[in-house]
């Protein structure tokens, strides 16, 4: 943990004294470790100068800042309008069957992650979800499953 933390050190030392650049300082620490444990968390304050806990408040208030480790493979599950009128409640239930987690959870051996969004801009092929990059649509719950289970 100690090597976390000068790694966090390192990436923050731009935004030293700056609260106002708290968020963009916490943006950059996820995009290298993925999500942001609580050291790094402790460590970003001080280096930005903000209390502790001013940032767990805005880790914990903005949905994009993971307080989790993610999986190797990360599903983002579309609940938008378009994508729930054509059955993406079951397409996610079939997941959350078939992975045994819920949304914002990883799996034990740390393959995936699911997360649900609220729009991936293809409505026209609801429902759909996303794995990593790439875009599945026209989902069911079998084709759901199919998919998880082909991904190496
Ligand atoms: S509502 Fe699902 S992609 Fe737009």
């Known amino acids: 943990m100690e090597r976390v933390k000068e790694q966090v050190k390192e990436i923050v030392r731009p935004f030293a004294g700056k609260p106002t650049e708290l968020i963009q300082a916490l943006?950059?620490?996820q995009s290298v470790l993925g999500w942001l444990p609580r050291e790094a968390q402790e460590v970003v304050a001080e280096v930005v100068g903000v209390p502790p806990a001013q940032v767990r408040g805005v880790v914990t208030f903005y949905h994009f800042f993971r307080t989790r480790p993610v999986g190797k493979h990360t599903i983002r599950v579309c609940l938008g309008t378009a994508c729930h009128v054509r059955g993406a409640e079951r397409v996610l239930n079939a997941l959350r069957e078939e992975l045994g987690i819920?949304?914002?959870?990883?799996?034990?051996?740390g393959k995936f992650s699911v997360e649900v969004v609220r729009c991936l801009g293809c409505c026209g092929l609801a429902p759909v979800m996303?794995?990593?990059?790439e875009v599945y649509g026209r989902l069911d719950p079998r084709?759901?499953?199919?998919?998880?289970?082909?991904?190496p």
Do not use: C, N
């Open 130 to 133: 996303m794995i990593d990059e």
């Open 102 to 109: 819920e949304p914002g959870q990883t799996t034990p051996d």
């Open 143 to 151: 084709k759901a499953r199919q998919i998880v289970r082909e991904i």
């Open 27 to 29: 943006h950059r620490v």
